[in-house]
């Protein structure tokens, strides 16, 4: 954002965020120098699951080259899920980050009150560096700071570098995922360990060399192979997921229904509607828009990693934009995601491009990029999507794997 588009409060922000970087600065103790040894890594990544996600290929990075680090991912616990079973670290703490709860705004002063406890605790944990993961993220910064953590790697965001030893350019026309890779190579290269993207700079190379990363263990497989079970037939399994994080970003129920009837009638596909507590009324409306028959619907009967279990067993994963598509990416089927404002070229799947297929008008307006809660859903660039536009993908997609 400029310094011509910022509010006047977030300019009176900016101001003591550097007044802060300054202060804290001063009296620090001088940082580890080249080689030295970290014992104890600190990575910081408050956003919810898909991005979380992104961090899988960086974190097993890490832990190949610091395997005699202590490693302490700190994410707010809607996201605990997703590193569950990760075997990358040795310590999930899990913060209610401020302006991440989705929750209404309360007391001002209480982030500053959860940041204080929280400096306590982590400078008692005595880090020896932290990454601060998310560009402009502020909060995290000045808790690292905060807590005296002696190596703080991030972005040059101007929120974000008063508080930093170590600051990366902002990344530019980049996946999330290969920024978390060039954060963690930042702290790499100053340890006098082999990079991560040596050679493999660019997206599309990347994504296959550092596949994100999730097991759903035992449990999970067995409960996902029972639910699949109740499938009569034996043609492909495609799940629909219609519901996203935001309105904005959902496309129209009744053409997903009109997907998948054609891929029923067409393909023999068996259907499967995959969703959350409190989607019911969008896969219920999928469901009631089909003329083929009822889909096995699945809604609000999965946790994570059952649902990654599941697609698993799927030969493709359509809908909108969302955390349920990327678990899909992580989990190696191939999908077909549905992009409006969202930009994906920072915010798509992270995976094979040949398999991992995105969909959208190539529509641009002053709101692209807007996804914010409030938005409503009909937006133009969702609009434009055509039946046909995905269908074509979809046969494509099914036709190299044989309709398995």
Known sequence: MSGAALTRRQRV?????????????????AHPGEGAALRRLLLIRPDHL???????????????????????????????????????YDTLLTIDFPGFTRQPKGNPLAPYRLLRATARELRAREFDAALILRDDHWWGGLLAATAGIPRR?????????????????????????LGNLRLADALLRESGRAELLDGHAAA???????????????????????LLGQLDGVGPIVAVHASAGVPVKLW?????????DRLVAERGARIVLTGSRGDEGLTGTVAAGMATGAPL?????????????????????????????????????????????ADPVRFGPWGDPRRQRVIRAGMHCDRCGDLSPGRPRGAACMLAIGVDDVLAVAHELLSEQGDR
């Open 153 to 177: 790697f991030g972005f040059a965001h101007p929120d974000v570098a008063p508080f930093l030893t170590d600051a990366l350019p902002l990344p530019v026309g980049e996946h999330a995922a």
């Open 204 to 226: 599309r190379s990347a994504s296959l060399v550092h596949p994100l990363v999730f097991a759903p263990g035992e449990v999970a497989e067995r409960h996902a192979a029972a």
């Open 50 to 88: 898909g991005d979380v996600l992104w961090l899988t290929p960086a974190l097993r990075g890490l832990r190949a080259q610091f395997p005699e680090a202590a490693i302490t991912v700190a994410i707010g616990p809607w996201s605990r899920p997703i590193l569950a079973g990760n075997r990358d």
């Open 297 to 341: 619907d699945l809604t609000d009967r999965t946790n994570i990693p059952e649902l990654v279990a599941l697609y698993r067993r799927c030969a493709l994963v359509i809908g909108p934009d969302s955390g349920a598509l990327h678990l899909a990416v992580a989990a190696g089927v191939p999908t077909i995601h549905l992009y409006g404002p």
């Open 252 to 260: 129209d129920e009744g053409r997903l229904a009109t997907v998948a």
């Open 13 to 29: 922000r900016r101001l003591l965020l550097r007044a802060g970087g300054r202060a804290l600065a001063r009296g620090r103790t």
